[in-house]
């Protein structure tokens, strides 16, 4: 099975070779989608301006044309010079029914395998998970599952910050209340409530506050108790967003866990190794490296500190470290950064400084996958009324509600019920949010992710729900269809055709870290499916046996297609709705 567009891309580029030279074999053919066949290839206007002789655009698409050959459809030279590229039904349905014989749907594994980490999620140990944690989540989840699919070997990198100076009055603050209740709290997602109590102490208790600077000394040097303490208060946070993970049906486990901490016992040799190679450079008393092209409103070099005045290290110098513990241990080809927007400047540097060290290479590549902000119906950062970051946990809770009573009336026993108000609900909100371009803000709006009409999660649920109630209907489990795919219909053909696109915006995702190409395809799918289910009865009485099987076949892939999409987005899907 081959996507289409590729298909015509390549016979294109070998007519263009063959009529105006192999120097042109590498042109692009520019082949969209079209109101008026099935692609057209526009590639003729520009080519024209680039050939000596400038001949007119409707000459060369009609040499492109003349030489295409064998095509597997018809091809016409419209208006100035536009190729509309039409296929025949007979290869939309041989096509089709290669993906369906393929158990992949169509998806190619990568070869060779790469190694991608990707780092995402990352909330801060002293604080409990809020809106804005959920996007780094589900992005870098989805990328994780689309290069998990892909064949390629993924490393999940959850950089939580787990260590610092709060670390000594929190600590302390464990110890005046206890370690039972200070766990009770951390493991109930009250750790903002930890942490300003903790921090109120400290601005108002010298005492305390002598005792939380005598513990951040005593935790950096590696006392026994003190660790002990640490890892409490760690284990009880740990298990507080693995609950969160859980309710978002995320892939992130304890294993994945490589935080702050982690890089401890590297910060020195880094700073050391980029000093004697001298990469960093003392400025004012701090240890800097100044990537070139950096600059601050001043005009002069913008520093990349990586070790303070007053010896202390920051976020710089631990993401150099994991720089090249990535490249070095983990042996990545890729990297993927999923973190907001405004980080972009830092890592734009840091990049830059692991290049000019060596611990960067050419042949490893690292990306910000830049993350935009969630937006209120204000257009404002979205928080509570009082102004608070709302707790990710309430707004999970809240999807959760919201779409149990929109079920409430259709009839299941209460063990059906919760198990499709948590889907719905938590896959509305993973949908909305990957839906639009990761690095785009986008307004968190609950009456519109919830509907049943649009490009939401709950209507992605309902087409596949519909489809499998066709076969409930027929008496048909869908793993039992054989075929043939047989094209009748201009419905069928249109669907046929849209699920051919499947593997090439799986890879694409996967190439450019773009999940919301597959919503949009998804979303095009069902619409396709709707059209189709209008239009040509499957299991209806009166329609024909070969007909049937076809169609049949149809749904079968079809509802292949948008489960293995939701997977990989890391939404779920209910046999029925």
């Not at 928080?383 to 707004?395: A, F, I, N, Q």
């Not at 909100?429 to 992710?449: I, T």
């Amino acid at each position: 099975m081959t996507d289409p567009q590729l298909v015509l891309t390549e016979r294109v580029r070998l007519a263009l070779a063959d009529a105006f030279g192999a120097e042109f074999a590498d042109a692009d053919p520019l082949i969209r989608p079209s109101q008026f066949a099935d692609f057209q290839a526009n590639v003729a206007m520009s080519l024209a301006r680039r050939l000596p002789d400038r001949p007119k655009p409707r000459d060369v698409a009609q040499a492109i044309a003349d030489r295409l050959g064998d095509f597997p459809g018809t091809v016409e030279v419209s208006g100035p010079g536009f190729l509309n590229i039409t296929l025949s039904d007979a290869w939309i349905a041989e096509q089709a029914a290669q993906m369906f014989d393929d158990p992949r749907a169509g998806v190619p594994t990568t070869a060779p395998a790469a190694t991608v980490v990707i780092d995402y999620s990352a909330p801060n140990a002293a604080k409990e998970m809020h809106v804005g944690h959920l996007r780094t989540t589900i992005v870098g989840d989805a990328l994780a599952r689309v290069h998990e699919h892909l064949g390629n070997r993924v490393v999940r990198q959850n950089h939580l910050g787990d260590w610092g100076t709060p670390f000594g009055m929190l600590i302390e603050h464990l110890l005046d209340i206890g370690e039972p209740a200070a766990v009770a709290q951390l493991e109930a997602g009250e750790g903002t409530e930890f942490y300003q109590a903790a921090r109120q102490k400290f601005e108002a208790d010298e005492t305390f506050k002598r005792r939380a600077r005598e513990r951040v000394t005593t935790l950096q040097s590696g006392d026994a108790d003190t660790l002990r303490l640490w890892h409490v208060f760690m284990n009880a946070t740990i298990r507080y967003f693995n609950k969160i993970y859980a309710m978002l049906g995320v892939t992130l486990t304890d294993a994945d866990i490589a935080g702050e901490s982690m890089y401890n016992d590297m910060l020195a040799k880094t700073c050391a190794d980029l000093e004697a190679s001298g990469v960093a450079v003392l400025s004012e008393g701090a240890l800097c490296v100044f990537p070139p092209g950096f600059t601050g409103s001043d005009d002069k070099p913008l520093p990349l500190i990586i070790r303070k005045s007053d010896g202390g290290y920051g976020y710089a110098t631990t993401d150099l470290a994991a720089i090249r513990y990535r490249v070095h241990d983990l042996k990545a080809d890729r990297i993927l950064y999923v973190v907001g927007n405004d980080q972009a400047l830092h890592f734009q540097m840091v990049f830059a400084a692991a290049r000019m060290a060596g611990w960067l290479p050419d042949s490893v590549s690292a990306e910000h996958i830049q993350i935009g902000m969630m937006l209120g119906k204000d257009g404002r950062r979205f928080k509570t009324r009082s102004g608070e970051s709302v707790k990710l946990s309430d707004l999970l809770d809240e999807a959760i509600d919201r779409a149990r009573a929109a079920i409430a009336d259709r009839g299941y026993d209460d063990a059906a019920r919760e198990e499709i108000a948590r889907a719905v609900g938590i896959g509305a909100v993973k949908y909305a949010d990957l839906s639009v371009g990761h690095d785009s803000e986008y307004v968190f709006d609950f009456d519109r992710m919830l509907t049943l009409t649009g490009n939401t999660g709950p209507y992605m649920q309902y087409a596949q729900a519909r489809i499998r109630s066709i076969f409930r209907r027929g008496g048909v489990d869908p793993a039992s269809v054989t075929g043939p795919i047989v094209i009748g219909e201009a419905a069928e053909r249109a669907l046929a055709l849209q699920l051919l696109g499947f593997p090439a915006v799986v890879e694409r995702v996967g190439e450019a870290a773009e999940p919301h190409r597959l919503c949009a395809f998804l979303f095009d799918t069902a619409t396709a499916f709707t059209t189709f289910f209008e239009n040509c009865p499957v299991v209806k009485e009166g329609v024909p046996a070969d007909t049937r099987a076809s169609r049949l076949a149809l749904c079968a892939l079809t509802l292949r297609v948008l489960e293995t999409g939701l997977n990989l987005l890391g939404v779920p899907v209910p046999d029925r709705m």
